[in-house]
Nanobody, 127 residues
Framework: QVQLVESGGGLVQAGGSLRLSCAASGFTFSMYAMGWFRQAPGKEREFVVANRWNGGITYYADSVKGRFTISRDNAKNTVYLQMNGLKPEDTAVYYC????????????????????WGQGTQVTVSS
């Protein structure tokens, strides 16, 4: 049974930091690209960041570039999202996803290219 379980969300003041974790099970984690998406109230789900199965290439949305960092530990079947310099507009439910997109940024940033999704974790940034 495939599972992706996010944790680490919470309430933080603007300028603060959070580290999200996503523990995976039920599939060969090391063979999958991992991504983070987010969805704010009343908005569509949007791409945040993703990296390839070996972590060699990473794609970031412009809105988070320089502030967020994705990393993965294939030995622990876990992907992380370090979020620094948080802004109120980063408030959203954050989802991790696993998939096998083929191509560059346009593929990795599409939610439809991901096969498995977590349940999401809420991040709220107060001003």
């Amino acid at each position: 049974q495939v599972q992706l379980v996010e944790s680490g969300g919470g309430l933080v003041q603007a300028g603060g930091s959070l580290r999200l974790s996503c523990a995976a099970s039920g599939f060969t984690f090391s063979m999958y690209a991992m991504g983070w998406f987010r969805q704010a109230p009343g908005k569509e789900r949007e791409f945040v960041v993703a990296n390839r199965w070996n972590g060699g290439i990473t794609y970031y949305a412009d809105s988070v570039k320089g502030r967020f960092t994705i990393s993965r530990d294939n030995a622990k079947n876990t992907v992380y999202l370090q979020m620094n310099g948080l802004k109120p507009e980063d408030t959203a439910v954050y989802y991790c996803a696993a998939g096998t997109p083929i191509g560059g940024y346009s593929a990795y940033s599409r939610s439809g290219k991901y096969d498995y999704w977590g349940q999401g974790t809420q991040v709220t940034v107060s001003s």
